[in-house]
Nanobody, 123 residues
Framework: QVQLVESGGGLVQAGGSLRLSCTTS????????LGWFRQAPGKERGFVAA???????GYAESVKGRFTVSRDNAKNTLYLQMNSLKPEDTAVYYC?????????????????WGRGTQVTVSS
């Protein structure tokens, strides 16, 4: 059974940092693209960042220069380092995996999802 489990969310003040982790199990994703999405109340789930099998990355414009996505295939773990957090970053953050090697920014391109971790940024 494939599982993706996020951790590292919490409450932080504006300007602070958090690091999210997503541990996968049930199959290997070392040759797959992995991504982070987020969903704020009343909004659709949107793309945040992703990393291809070869460690090339992509980011939403709103997080470029502040967030960094990385992966450790030996630990089956995906990371999202979030710096200079803003109140508008408040959302539930989800990790996702797809069978293909390259990322997409559409959520429906990902077959596997975690349950999410809440990130709240206070002003």
């Amino acid at each position: 059974q494939v599982q993706l489990v996020e951790s590292g969310g919490g409450l932080v003040q504006a300007g602070g940092s958090l690091r999210l982790s997503c541990t996968t199990s049930g199959r290997t994703f070392s040759h797959s693209a992995l991504g982070w999405f987020r969903q704020a109340p009343g909004k659709e789930r949107g793309f945040v960042a992703a990393i291809n099998w070869d460690a090339t990355t992509g980011y939403a414009e709103s997080v470029k220069g502040r967030f960094t996505v990385s992966r450790d295939n030996a630990k089956n773990t995906l990371y999202l380092q979030m710096n200079s957090l803003k109140p508008e970053d408040t959302a539930v953050y989800y990790c996702a995996a797809r069978g293909g090697q390259y990322y997409y920014t559409r959520a429906d391109e990902y077959e596997f999802w975690g349950r999410g971790t809440q990130v709240t940024v206070s002003s």
